[in-house]
């Protein structure tokens, strides 16, 4: 009985903020990945020139090799042809608490996606819960212990988030309004710990950034280091953060804040409008205590 029971706990969803220590992670390999469909700026300027996808696949080999050398375990989501941003397995779902939420896709380039992730989760003994009132995506969707901030975007409108409150009644759903053209919430902030956050701060409005302003100490980004998404990092824990290196400015600061920043070259993958973050969809991190909202 003991077995069965410590069986269903390693089956178990288990994600509490962004910065814990990361120990199982879903993604898709960039197989078929194209700029098909332009659905926002970064495609737009990246359109004529498309993407390569041997060096997308290289370089997201190199992510995964990355994190199984920190003991991050990788699950592979099946790519499928029909899906050329299947890569960004971040939006198509998010793990709070002990639950694999499931969203609801915005693009139609995007539409469809979310039943692979659901059926990927039935084999693999994952109970799902689907958002089906308006859109949302991952990226949207930043998670702090029981406080969790949700960007309304292009992708992600109130009738979704109001069903995640209700979804999550213990939880505080904080909404933070997001200018048109930027396309997710973790494109402009990404929570580095309890009380550290980076941030590009001209995409905020005043009240939401004196809002973010008290719970957290704010280390800011470049407009140009925006464009290349130097928000976009991925946390494994133990203040280890996966980066890019063209991010020169984002990574002294985080080296000066005391992280250890372990670049990567992604440079193909984010012609696309995405990157570690956008790429990587936390199963489990390790537990911590409650903070207080």
């Not at 990092?233 to 980066?243: D, P, T």
């Not at 990567?264 to 911590?288: H, M």
């Given at each position: 009985m003991d077995s069965i029971?410590?069986?269903?706990?390693?089956?178990?969803?288990?994600?509490m903020s962004e910065y814990d220590n990361l120990q199982e992670v879903l993604l898709c390999s960039p197989i078929y990945m194209e700029i098909k469909?332009?659905?926002?700026?970064?495609?737009?300027?990246?359109?004529?020139?498309?993407?390569?996808?041997?060096?997308?696949?290289?370089?997201?080999?190199?992510?995964?090799?990355?994190?199984?050398?920190?003991?991050?375990?990788?699950?592979?989501?099946?790519?499928?042809?029909?899906?050329p941003e299947q890569v960004f397995t971040r939006d198509i779902g998010f793990t709070i608490g002990h639950t694999l939420f499931v969203s609801s896709m915005a693009a139609p380039v995007r539409?469809?996606?979310?039943?692979?992730?659901?059926?990927?989760?039935?084999?693999?003994?994952?109970?799902t819960v689907s958002l089906t009132n308006g859109t949302i995506e991952g990226g949207?969707?930043?998670?702090?212990?029981?406080?969790?901030?949700?960007g309304m975007s292009k992708r992600?409108?109130?009738?979704?988030?109001?069903?995640?409150?209700?979804?999550?009644?213990d939880h505080d759903i904080i909404p933070i309004h997001l200018p048109p053209h930027i396309l997710h919430l973790d494109c402009v902030?990404?929570?580095?710990?309890h009380d550290e956050m980076l941030i590009y701060p001209e995409a905020f409005k005043k009240e939401d950034l004196h809002l973010l302003n008290m719970h957290y100490?704010?280390?800011?980004?470049?407009?140009?280091?925006?464009?290349?998404?130097?928000?976009?990092?991925?946390?494994?824990?133990?203040?280890?953060?996966?980066?890019?290196?063209?991010?020169?400015e984002t990574n002294a600061a985080l080296t000066a804040h005391g992280y250890t920043v372990i670049e990567?070259?992604?440079?193909?993958?984010?012609?696309?409008?995405?990157?570690?973050?956008?790429?990587?969809?936390?199963?489990?991190?390790?537990?911590?205590?409650?903070?207080?909202?």
């Open positions: 029971r410590a069986e269903q706990i390693h089956k178990m969803p288990q994600c469909q332009i659905i926002n700026e970064t495609q737009k300027h990246f359109a004529r020139e498309n993407i390569s996808q041997m060096k997308a696949i290289a370089q997201h080999k190199q992510l995964i090799q990355i994190l199984k050398n920190h003991q991050v375990r990788p699950i592979m989501l099946p790519a499928n042809d029909r899906y539409q469809g996606e979310e039943q692979l992730l659901k059926e990927w989760a039935q084999e693999n003994g994952f109970k949207d969707v930043l998670v702090d212990q029981t406080r969790v901030f949700v992600t409108n109130p009738a979704a988030i109001h069903e995640l409150k209700k979804e999550l009644p902030m990404n929570i580095l710990s100490h704010l280390i800011e980004i470049s407009e140009q280091e925006q464009f290349t998404l130097g928000p976009n990092v991925l946390s494994i824990g133990q203040k280890k953060v996966i980066s890019l290196p063209i991010n020169q990567v070259d992604f440079s193909e993958i984010i012609k696309s409008g995405g990157s570690f973050r956008c790429c990587t969809l936390p199963i489990r991190r390790s537990s911590t205590k409650k903070a207080s909202v």
